[in-house]
């Protein structure tokens, strides 16, 4: 597997530059609620939703604004040897078809976790879906990472949803769900997607009324 390699450097080189991307794509970044408190001596899990190519930089965008930790995103091991500067922000692999690689990122995963200073995002569908389906193919995978932490990690679901108004640029939605303890998932994961699903629709509710407490972009 990679590992992450966080470079000052890229991330100069980085930000100014994915900040622009973003502001000339959409109109507006609105985050839905107040962001969830979670224990300073906690790890924390985040787990977007994946509805497409601008998921990554979305979530990226999102932390840097809303929670001081170091950021560390599980990607696909081909598209990671692919695109190899996001290794330097903080990007490292998987290869779901390689046993082997599956055992090595869930064990660099839960070192990642016992360190409270970190922030670790898996997109739990594991591949792209479109918002509005249902049922969502939410993997189980998400639990070999979570077996064996020395301390219970907080998981946090989040969700993006991509929304044209009356402007040429669409908005971008966003909102944090109910936060879980590692210990509950693992006991019955039934509660990880309930609230991955029902954040989902909060979200939808929220931007189709245009509700939101703050825009990320002012």
């Given at each position: 597997m990679i590992k992450a390699e966080h470079k000052r450097w890229a991330r100069i080189l980085f930000n100014p530059y994915i900040n622009r991307l973003l502001r000339k794509s959409f109109s507006n970044l609105y985050l839905v609620n107040e962001i969830p408190r979670v224990p300073e001596g906690s790890g924390l899990l985040i787990t977007p939703n994946h509805i497409s190519w601008w998921d990554g930089f979305f979530i990226d965008y999102l932390l840097r604004q809303t929670i001081n930790r170091k950021l560390y995103l599980m990607m696909l091991e081909s598209s990671l040897r692919r695109y190899w500067f996001f290794q330097k922000l903080g990007a490292y692999s998987i290869d779901p078809g390689n046993p082997l690689s599956i055992v090595q990122t869930a064990r660099y995963t839960r070192e990642l976790l016992g360190?409270?200073?970190?922030?670790?995002?898996?997109?739990?569908?594991?591949?792209i879906e479109p918002f509005e389906k249902r049922p969502l193919s939410v993997k189980d995978g998400l639990q070999i990472f979570l077996k064996n932490l020395k301390e219970d990690a907080v998981i946090l679901p989040t969700g993006f949803k991509i929304q044209y108004q009356d402007e040429k640029k669409p908005a971008v939605y966003c909102r944090f769900g109910k936060e879980l303890k590692s210990s509950e998932v693992l006991g019955d994961y039934s509660l990880f997607i309930k609230s991955f699903t029902d954040n989902l629709d909060q979200l939808s509710s929220a931007a189709n009324e245009q509700n939101f407490t703050t825009d990320l972009f002012t």
């Open positions: 360190d409270s200073r970190n922030m670790v995002v898996t997109y739990p569908q594991g591949e």
